[in-house]
Every structure is written in structure tokens, then in C-alpha cells.
């Protein structure tokens, strides 16, 4: 079906098109060709030693454990937080609903200092970590941090608008028929909240995955120890091992695609279950 | 944001107080604590220090590159966020759908990646490499590189603001504006523009606050050479690598306020798109 | 500007929505299309304003004065619109909205502002509007809304104006006073003028001619009166207001169906035996406590209903059903001004006779083989 012409009597659809399909294949398309191009242009044994490189394994280990790790703990704490900021009423909320949105606005390189004077030895909280034997700066513990730091939006700002949007008189209902307030809370309430958490939870994992310069500065940079996979992928630039490097991003990249198809599959199916019950 | 309704059935007392205490807890200590951290440490060593520090002639040179390379990102990204959405919004073809994925994926795409896929295109050994060189235009590793890499992290975010409110609008006061004898233009600039303002703005803001903090996409671009193309995120990691701690802090505090910034300008303006831009259904209509 | 279109068809996806349409409005004529749902009116005024095209066809041809207006770019067609949700600017005034059609003209056409402002002020006045001209389409009630809009479609003095179902989204009163109001407007301006509408009432009040539509296709069009005591087809009759339906069987010329009779207008003897369809209207049907002369139903009164200005009364016959082909139970419902219901006094339960004074037959056609 060629688009002889728009569907509307609204002028403008060649000029916009034109523009907009040019734009996305210049900034977008052609750059993420040629990604894919240089990754796999290379013979598969180069691919293979690139991506299970033990160095290289490591960092994959390191990445999405301590992603996963930082997303559990934000899911945890994002759902209370979310809930407390629509349920109740208290000093100081809405100071709290503005602070969420720090981590998306902050550059990553200030919050990537900013949270290593704070855990290092001598900082803030790392002082009174240390004689307790805990290292945060300059560990993997130091990574998750950074990383549930960069991560807590996204939780929060996916399942705040599910709560707002949950039914008070279903909760009376259950209430009416006798359930105490906890039982309510785990068997009408978490069900109704749980699609969005999941939700935020592999959107915030997602980001974790690539995150590079919150984590750059706590993490310490020890290769084999934590070294992130973003971090990998720069060396091996600097090193001009350009097809390694593409070799370890594509992988990447391939995971975040997979994961965000999740949420959409996801999101897509619990709204046809939805539509079946209705 | 939306006022919470009533509810008469809610948690015990003694539970709702731990939660609030713990949500104040975790968020005070995860994310407050690092945003004074920086003006704390930026201080640390006077306010003289702190104006010689912002004042210095490369920190100065980063600002420059920062501003320019905000600027030439939101100009080229608007226009594209105003056409792409009235393309999305008015018309319908098929592909639309694939459309609107494009759109999106910068946001699944790790910072160095976004830096990485210029450098494969650009770069001396990538696609151009050779026929740049042979004109002797430097994009990588040049203020070109910068701006490139940036406008690729950035441009979903107008976009992303405008489609929606653009598809709950409608095209019906476009539609009668053409039939009144008006040209695309002027239906564009008399009718369009003033029903989008503030959700443009929205995005302008948001699109502005990741294109000057943007750090991972540019550091791998822009070659970290000193004067030239560095942007003010990169010269706080060089100041930060020479264990210039307060220098490094004094700079991050300005990105850190215009952090702060952005985040007072969007809760205002999101209260001024919720009154204004959504439309309202009259009791009639209900 | 008369309208002339001929032969359109319009096929969207995988449903045929116009079938061979024809339409011709005369000058200064005020038609309304009238039909349900999926009907296709609102197709087919849209293809008269060029919002759509029809199908492509040598036969096709949509003509306002003469002219193909396909050929025509959309702004210069001169075509005033009206939208069922009004479309009117947001963020402009009363005064700019109405001013919109004149503003955004080509500068050798466009009129000095001194003579904008009067044109559009005298238009203001027309709808009664002055005091408002400061406001914003926010700070109106649907009613006002609408009055702009029509002020701003009549501002480029179109050769045509188009109305896309203007009352749908309007209260009952509104409604009603704004169609009376159109009926004036257009005494005063009388453009060639299309109003879609599914409310037959307002159909029957306001236009000069009413078109009904169903499935694509043109029902039958005429005056208000024509259409209504002399509806071309089942559809019509049944659309426009409330009908009782009987089943009977032609004779002699004669629609018989149980105690009752009618002509049947002129079915001559070949159709004799056919089944025949007879369509009475409430007010058709008279009530008497004594049949007077033959040719009334004996009924029993099931229920007594005050609707408004007139009294709803539902019956069930009591007559035998060998030559009726509807079951016993089956009810009448006939329509009474309150003064016929005060002189007959009727209770429920009471057995009255119910008589025929006019009715429209339609006899199953011949198939031929």
C-alpha cells in the first residue's frame, strides 16, 4: 500500500514525514546499523573470546547481579514509598514526591562523586560502616548503592499512578466482610498493585544494566572485581579494540530490548486478561 | 500528582507512622543526603575557593561547550518532537506503531552505547571515517561528536510529551481551521501552537536538564580534551581524577541547581497542563 | 449554490458505507439527513465538504454551483462546517474565533480591519453574542458554544454550510430552542444548508426537505409532511416515530387482519391471498366503547399511561386469529389527547373497541419466477 496520500484533510503529512523519517534514520537508525554491523562482522571465534573473555564474565556477573539486587531493593522500598505518598497525608510529602525525581534530573557524574564522598571511609555514612568491617565505596556494595539510587524513580513513578488509581470501595468491601486490614492489604491490594511492580522493577533493571557514570566513581574500577560491563565497553575503545567492544555492547543492548519487549508483552497481556474478565 | 480521596478503612496508626518513617528514612538518606553532600563538600574549602573554582578559565570553557551543545540539541530536537507528533497525531499510516518504538529507543540504550554507535559511524575507523578525513571534518572527538551523541539521548523526550497530548486533542479545531480558508502554516501557528505551549515547555525543560547533565554518551564521544571538548559533566570528572575534590564539587554544584531547577519548573508546569491542556468534559458532554 | 451530488459511493476498510447515493439541494434549501447510526450521513456530508473523498468513478460526480470541488484545495472551497462537539479555538475569544475565517484570508482578499471588526460584530448581534465577544470558548455553556461555531462557519459567507449532528451534545431544551433559533437564522441567511441529524423530531421541525438514509442508501426524500403520512417505504414508517404493526392478508383489494380492514391502496387482484403489513400510528387508532359502524377490534385496556401532553393507552385484542397473523397478545398502543381520554373515562381492565382511521399497507412483493 503506497502512502499516495494522508487520511486527513489536515495538510502537512509529506513535509513531516519526510523530516521525521530522516531524522530517526540519521540519528538513530544508521548509528545503531552500524553497531550491529561491527559486531557481528567478525569471525565468531573474535566474538566468542570478546563475550566470554573471563574478565568479560565477570563483568556480566557483576552487572546484573548488583543490578538485580539494586531493583529488589527498590522494589521493596519504592512500593512503600509510592504508597505513602498517595495514601497519606503528612509534613513535608510533598518535598518528599519532589525529591523522587532527583535521580532522573541530576547528571550522572554528580551523583556518581556525591555518592562516593558519602560511602568512602572517611565520608558521612562510610565512617561509621567501616568499624563495622563493611566496605561500601570501592566494592560491589558501593555499586548497588549507585545503582538503587538511579533506579528508585522508575519504581515509584510506574506503581504511584496504579495505587491512585485503585478502587476505595473495593478495600470497604473487603473491610465489610471482615478481613483485617493486613489481610486486605496482602490478598486485594498487592494483586491489584503487583503487574506494575513487576513492571518498574524490569524498567528499572533495564536502566541499571547500562548505568555508567553514577557507578564509575563508588565502584573503583578493579578489573575482575567491579568493573561494570559499560566501564568494559569503554576500555576496549580506548584500546581501539573497536569489534570487542561492539561485540559486549550489542549483547547489552540486545538484554535491554528483551527485557523492555518484557514489559510490553506484559503490559499487553494483563490488559487482554483484563478485557476477558470484563 | 492527584489528592488522595478519603479513605475511611486504613492502616493501623502505629503502622502507617513506621511507613512514613521508613519511606522518609530511605529517600532522605539514599537521595537528600548525596544532594547537600555537594554543596557541602563544594564549600569545603571556602567561598573564595568555591568562585575561583567555577570561575576558572576551563571550567568556564566547559560551561561554553555545555550551553552551546544544549541549545543546538533543543532547537534540532523541538522541531523534530513538533513534527513527528503532528505527523503521529493527525494522520494515520500504517507503521505507525514501529514509529513510535524508534522514538523510544535511546531511552533502552545504556549511555555508552549511545556514544559508542557515533564513534562506529564517525569515528577514523568507522562507516564515514575515511571520507570525513579526506575533507578534513572532524566529528568525533570534536564539538560536532558532542552535540551528535547528545541529540541522540535527548530528542524522546519532547516527543514523548507532545504525542499523547497531541492524540487527546484531536484534529477537529485543525480540521475546521482548514475549512475556514486556513494554509498549514497558519493552522499550525494560530491553532496548534497555543492548545501544546506548556507540554512543549515541559519537554523543553526536561529535554535540557539530561542534554547539559548527560555524561556517559559525551565521555566516550568527545576525547576529553581539556578546553575544547569537554562539557561542564566531563570537567568534573577530570577535576575529580586529579583529586581536585572541591574544585570537582563546586562545578557539580551548578549542575546540581540546575538540577533543582528543573525539578520546581516541572512541578509547576504540570499543574499548568493538568488546568489548561488536557480537555475538560462539560457536564453536558458527560 | 445548489448542491448536486450523483452517484457516490464511499467503501471504508470492509464496509460499503455509501451505495449509489444521489442528492440535489436547491438554493437557499435547508434539508436535514436523517437516518441511525452507520446510515452513512455523516459520510456522505462530509464527502460534500471534501473532508472524504468518494470512490473513484466515471459516474461520480459532487458539484456545488456547478463546480467540482474535488478539484478545488480544501481552503479555498469555501465551505462553512459545523462540528457536533463544536471545534471551536480554545485559546482564542469569541470575537477571534468568529474572526478566524476572515483573518487568515490571502492578503489581497482579506478586508481592512476596520470593516473585519464590523462584519464580525454585526455576526455577534445575529447570534446574540455581543457580550461575550471577549470570552473564552471555556467560559460558555454548549449552547452559546455552538452559536459561535455557526457565526464562524457563516463569517466567509460560504456557499454552502454543513451541519454534522450540531444539537447531539446539547440538553433536551437547549435543543430544542436552538433548533427553532436555526430555523430563524436561516430565514435571515438563507444558505444551502445540510443538517445530519438522527432526532427525527428535529428533522421534522427544522427542515425544508428531510432525506432518509439507511445503510448507504437514500430511504426516501421529501417534505416533513410527505414523508410522514406518506412514507415510500417500511423503513420510513418505522423510523419516524411510533408505529403499531399489524400482519394480515390481502383481499379484495382490502388489507384483512382479524375484526379490522383497510384499502390497501390500490393492490389490485393478482395480489389477493399475498401477505400484506399494516402500519398504524398511535394517533391513528380511535377508542370507542360502542363499535358504530363495523370495522373495529374488540380490546381489553392493559394500561394507562400520562405522557406529557398526551395519554399513552396499551391494549390487547380480543379478536379471533384465523386471519391475523399476529398472536392474541400482541398490544395496541394507541395515542389520546387529554380531552378524548376525559370524555371516554377508561379503566384498566374495561373492554372497549379500538377503530382504524388511517393506516399505510405494504404488501410483500410478487416474486416472479
Redesign the interface.
Given at each position: 500500500m503506497a502512502l499516495k496520500r494522508p487520511h486527513s484533510v489536515v495538510p502537512g503529512f509529506g513535509l513531516t514525514l519526510g523530516y521525521t523519517v530522516s531524522y530517526l534514520s540519521l540519528i538513530v537508525l544508521v548509528p545503531l546499523a552500524a553497531l550491529v554491523v561491527r559486531g557481528t562482522n567478525q569471525p565468531w571465534a573474535n566474538f566468542k573470546e570478546a563475550v566470554f573473555d573471563p574478565r568479560t564474565l565477570i563483568a556480566w556477573r557483576l552487572t546484573f547481579g548488583t543490578a538485580f539486587i539494586a531493583s529488589v531493593i527498590n522494589a521493596f522500598f519504592g512500593l512503600i514509598v509510592a504508597w505513602v505518598l498517595v495514601r497519606y497525608e503528612f509534613p513535608g510529602r510533598r518535598i518528599l514526591d519532589a525529591l523522587i525525581d532527583v535521580p532522573f534530573a541530576l547528571p550522572t557524574a554528580v551523583s556518581g562523586i556525591a555518592l562516593t564522598a558519602i560511602y568512602a571511609q572517611n565520608g558521612w555514612i562510610g565512617h561509621w560502616l567501616q568499624p563495622l568491617g563493611i566496605k561500601a565505596a570501592f566494592s560491589p556494595l558501593g555499586i548497588v548503592i549507585a545503582l538503587t539510587f538511579i533506579g528508585l524513580p522508575f519504581i515509584v513513578r510506574t506503581v504511584q499512578p496504579t495505587i491512585e488509581d485503585l478502587d476505595p470501595a473495593v478495600e470497604e468491601a473487603a473491610a465489610l466482610l471482615g478481613a483485617p486490614r493486613l489481610t486486605t492489604l496482602r490478598r486485594v491490594i498487592l494483586p491489584a498493585i503487583r503487574p506494575a511492580l513487576v513492571a518498574g522493577f524490569v524498567t528499572a533493571f533495564a536502566r541499571c544494566l547500562g548505568e555508567y557514570g553514577s557507578v564509575i566513581f563508588i565502584s573503583g574500577n578493579m578489573p575482575m572485581k567491579t568493573e561494570i560491563a559499560s566501564l568494559l565497553i569503554v576500555t576496549k575503545l580506548e584500546q581501539f579494540d573497536y569489534a570487542g567492544a561492539s561485540a559486549i555492547a550489542l549483547l547489552m543492548l540486545l538484554s535491554s530490548f528483551v527485557l523492555l519487549f518484557l514489559v510490553n508483552f506484559g503490559q499487553w497481556w494483563s490488559t487482554r486478561a483484563q478485557q476477558r474478565e470484563a | 500528582m492527584s489528592t488522595a480521596p478519603k479513605y475511611r478503612h486504613t492502616e493501623p496508626p502505629g503502622l502507617q507512622v513506621a511507613l512514613i518513617l521508613t519511606a522518609v528514612g530511605f529517600v532522605g538518606v539514599l537521595i537528600l543526603l548525596p544532594v547537600i553532600a555537594v554543596f557541602t563538600e563544594a564549600l569545603r574549602k571556602g567561598l573564595a575557593f568555591y568562585i575561583s573554582s567555577i570561575t576558572d578559565p576551563l571550567a568556564l570553557a566547559a560551561l561554553r561547550l555545555t550551553l552551546l551543545t544544549a541549545a543546538i540539541t533543543i532547537t534540532a530536537n523541538l522541531i523534530f518532537g513538533l513534527a513527528a507528533s503532528w505527523l503521529i497525531a493527525k494522520f494515520s499510516f500504517p507503521g505507525k506503531n514501529l514509529l513510535l518504538s524508534l522514538i523510544d529507543i535511546p531511552f533502552a540504550v545504556s549511555p555508552v552505547i549511545s556514544g559508542l554507535i557515533f564513534i562506529l559511524v564517525f569515528g577514523a575507523q568507522g562507516w564515514f571515517g575515511d571520507s570525513l578525513a579526506s575533507h578534513n571534518i572532524q566529528i568525533v572527538f570534536a564539538t560536532p561528536g558532542v552535540v551528535l551523541a547528545t541529540i541522540f539521548v535527548t530528542f524522546p523526550f519532547i516527543a514523548r510529551e507532545l504525542i499523547p497530548l497531541m492524540q487527546e486533542q484531536g484534529s477537529e479545531e485543525e480540521e475546521a481551521a482548514v475549512l475556514l480558508g486556513a494554509n498549514g502554516w497558519q493552522t499550525f501557528w494560530h491553532v496548534t501552537l497555543p492548545n501544546i505551549r506548556w507540554a512543549l515547555v515541559y519537554g523543553v525543560i526536561l529535554a535540557n536538564a539530561r542534554a547539559m547533565g548527560e555524561f556517559g554518551a559525551v565521555s566516550v564521544v568527545s576525547g576529553h580534551i581539556r578546553g575544547r571538548t569537554n562539557t561542564l559533566p566531563l570537567h568534573v570528572e577530570i577535576l575529580y581524577n586529579e583529586y581536585n575534590f572541591s574544585a570537582a564539587f563546586a562545578v557539580a554544584s551548578l549542575l546540581t541547581l540546575l538540577a533543582l531547577v528543573t525539578l520546581v519548573a516541572k512541578a509547576a508546569l504540570e499543574w499548568k497542563i493538568r488546568v489548561e491542556e488536557r480537555p475538560a468534559i462539560t457536564a453536558e458532554e458527560a | 449554490m445548489a448542491i448536486d451530488a450523483r452517484h457516490v459511493n464511499k467503501t471504508f476498510a470492509n464496509y460499503q458505507a455509501l451505495r449509489d447515493v444521489s442528492l440535489r439541494v436547491d438554493d437557499g434549501e435547508l434539508i436535514a439527513l436523517l437516518g441511525p447510526s452507520g446510515s452513512g450521513k455523516t459520510t456522505l456530508l462530509r464527502i460534500i465538504?471534501?473532508?472524504d473523498s468518494p470512490d473513484s468513478n466515471p459516474e461520480t460526480d459532487v458539484l456545488v454551483d456547478g463546480d467540482d470541488i474535488s478539484r478545488q484545495p480544501?481552503?479555498?472551497?469555501?465551505?462553512?462546517?459545523v462540528?457536533q462537539?463544536y471545534?471551536?479555538?480554545?485559546?482564542?475569544t469569541v470575537f477571534e474565533n468568529v474572526a478566524?475565517?476572515l483573518r487568515?484570508?490571502p492578503r489581497k482578499l482579506r478586508l481592512a480591519e476596520p470593516a473585519l471588526r464590523r462584519k464580525v460584530n454585526e455576526l455577534l448581534e445575529l447570534i446574540q453574542l455581543v457580550r461575550w465577544s471577549s470570552h473564552y470558548p471555556?467560559q460558555l455553556?454548549?449552547g452559546q458554544r455552538q452559536r459561535v461555531a455557526l457565526a464562524?462557519?457563516l463569517?466567509?459567507e460560504p456557499s454552502v454550510l454543513l451541519l454534522d449532528e450540531p444539537f447531539g451534545?446539547?440538553?433536551a431544551k437547549v435543543r430544542q430552542e436552538l433548533r427553532r433559533w436555526l430555523r430563524t437564522l436561516h430565514s435571515r441567511i438563507p444558505v444551502t444548508s445540510v443538517l445530519v441529524t438522527h432526532d427525527q423530531e428535529e428533522a421534522l421541525e427544522v427542515a425544508d426537505r428531510i432525506v432518509i438514509m439507511n445503510q448507504g442508501r437514500i430511504e426516501q426524500s421529501g417534505t416533513p409532511d410527505e414523508v410522514f403520512h406518506h412514507p415510500a417505504s417500511e423503513f420510513v414508517v418505522t423510523f419516524l416515530g411510533n408505529v403499531n404493526l399489524f400482519h394480515g392478508r390481502v383481499d379484495s383489494g382490502r388489507a384483512v387482519f382479524g375484526d379490522l380492514a383497510v384499502s390497501a391502496n390500490g393492490a389490485g387482484h393478482g395480489a389477493d391471498g399475498k401477505p400484506a403489513r399494516v402500519f398504524v400510528r398511535p394517533h391513528e387508532l380511535e377508542i370507542e366503547r360502542q363499535p358504530r359502524n363495523g370495522n373495529a377490534v374488540a380490546a381489553n385496556v392493559v394500561r394507562i399511561q400520562s405522557a406529557g401532553s398526551i395519554v399513552r393507552v396499551e391494549l390487547s385484542r380480543l379478536d379471533s386469529t384465523t386471519d391475523s397473523e399476529d398472536p392474541v397478545s400482541a398490544p395496541i398502543n394507541v395515542e389520546l389527547t387529554h380531552d378524548q381520554y376525559r370524555a371516554l373515562a377508561l379503566t384498566t381492565g374495561e373492554t372497549v373497541f379500538v377503530k382504524v382511521r388511517d393506516a399505510r399497507v405494504f404488501v410483500s412483493p410478487d416474486y416472479q419466477i
Open positions: - | - | 465538504a471534501g473532508l480544501i481552503s479555498q472551497r469555501k465551505v462553512g462546517f462540528f462537539h471545534a471551536l479555538f480554545r485559546h482564542m478566524f475565517g487568515v484570508r471555556s455553556s454548549g464562524r462557519a463569517a466567509i451534545a446539547l440538553d
